[in-house]
């Protein structure tokens, strides 16, 4: 089967790899850039007062990554907690040293990996003035990316949130080449893989006009999956946000 995996580049290859040893042909087509954000001092603002959080949320690797390039601290401090929102996002805090008692994930056994699976996991240890960083990232417009549920649900607990963007999420440019392979990949059986609906908006305004009812594809959310629907997509297979149930998804489909 031909999969086509959207996630930003550095984010692909792993999956790329994996994917290629199961018998499947990949074809990488990034639908999101992540780049630097242009001022790092609120980032570095973050690292000086990290010790005042009772946690900190990382909504992605990426985050995990661009914070610690901004990293001013020795360690990480004790008292505070890292909340991620998947495997992948833990993983990439258990490389950056952050302690394993400290970081919080989404159960093994949760249907989804998202917000709503990490608040469980919270559970009522979150009380009235306590004070949670949210690390996210940002759209070319400069403003919050992504979606503001935990941060509700925090606030109506009587938690204190700020929020800082540690990368910026861009549309990218495709080559002519890559323009080609995509109407390619429409009609030809090939398998889309979305893990966000930010790619699939970049990827209707990269290939505006193009018809995508034969088009099959895997999303990692429900409102993805639904995104992918009314973008035209003729198939829309929700799947948990690891490797190994988007595996699962796209033998199921093929």
Do not use: C, K
């Not at 999956?15 to 042909?25: N, Y």
């Not at 306590?130 to 941060?151: E, I, K, N, P, S």
């Not at 990218?172 to 080449?177: F, G, H, L, S």
Request: proline share 5%; net charge neutral; no cysteine.
């Amino acid at each position: 089967m031909r999969v086509v995996l959207t996630r930003p580049a550095q984010d692909a290859v792993r999956w790329s790899t994996e994917l290629a040893r199961r018998g499947h042909e990949v074809l990488t087509l990034p639908l999101i850039e992540i780049a630097p954000v242009a001022d790092e001092r609120p980032l570095h603002d973050a690292w000086a007062a990290l010790p005042g959080y009772q946690a900190a949320m990382f909504v992605s690797a990426n985050a995990v990554v661009h914070f610690q390039s901004a990293r001013r601290a020795a360690s990480w401090p004790e008292g505070t907690q890292a909340w991620a929102t998947g495997p992948g996002t833990a993983a990439a805090l258990r490389d950056a040293q952050v302690p394993d008692e400290l970081v919080l994930q989404p159960a093994a056994e949760a249907g989804q990996l998202e917000s709503e699976a990490l608040s469980v996991r919270m559970g009522a240890q979150v009380r009235p003035g306590w004070r949670v960083l949210v690390v996210r990232g940002a759209g070319q417009d400069g403003a919050a990316a992504g979606r503001d549920w935990l941060v509700r649900q925090l606030q109506a607990a009587g938690a204190v949130v700020d929020q800082v963007a540690a990368y910026v999420r861009i549309r990218p440019r495709w080559t002519d080449a890559e323009l080609a392979r995509a109407r390619q990949a429409a009609g030809d059986g090939s398998v889309w893989v979305f893990s966000s609906s930010q790619a699939l908006a970049n990827l209707q305004a990269l290939v505006p006009g193009q018809a995508w009812s034969t088009a099959r594809a895997v999303a990692t959310h429900a409102r993805i999956a639904e995104a992918a629907r009314e973008a035209g997509f003729g198939v829309a297979r929700l799947a948990r946000g690891d490797l190994d149930a988007v595996a699962r998804a796209l033998e199921s489909i093929g």
